[in-house]
Nanobody, 125 residues
Framework: VQLQAFGGGLVQAGGSLRLSCTVS????????WGWFRQAPGKEREFVAAVTRGGVGTYYSDSVKGRFTISRDNAKNTVYLQMTSLKPEDTAIYYCAADSGGAYYGYSMIQTYDYWGQGTLVTVSS
């Protein structure tokens, strides 16, 4: 399974960006797809996750109400629409796929088996 994330860039505070992540390979067993981020000097943290049917979505408290995760199974693509961006949202954003192995919780890094290369989002004040 390969994931490729894109859509990052430089945006002013209050602006919006949409990240995309295409998933290829053995995706038929993928259940959850998620987004994580890692700011400079900080650990990677959970941002959002979506179940295979797209019905279940989960968000961290820091992005709830501002970010929206969605997926298009026909295109094997997961999106992260980010609005009302803040400087503290600056980070490398990673998409991840859960192949259905051990489950530790939708927000746990260990749940996800495959990771994209990351895309940088910079929010200026």
């Amino acid at each position: 399974v390969q994931l490729q994330a894109f859509g990052g860039g430089l945006v002013q505070a209050g602006g919006s960006l949409r990240l995309s992540c295409t998933v290829s390979g053995r995706t038929s067993s993928s259940d959850r797809w998620g987004w994580f981020r890692q700011a400079p000097g900080k650990e990677r943290e959970f941002v959002a996750a979506v179940t295979r049917g797209g019905v279940g979505t989960y968000y961290s408290d820091s992005v709830k109400g501002r970010f929206t995760i969605s997926r298009d199974n026909a295109k094997n693509t997961v999106y992260l629409q980010m609005t009302s961006l803040k400087p503290e949202d600056t980070a490398i954003y990673y998409c991840a796929a859960d192949s259905g192995g051990a489950y530790y919780g939708y927000s746990m890094i260990q749940t996800y088996d495959y990771w994209g290369q990351g895309t940088l989002v910079t929010v200026s004040s």
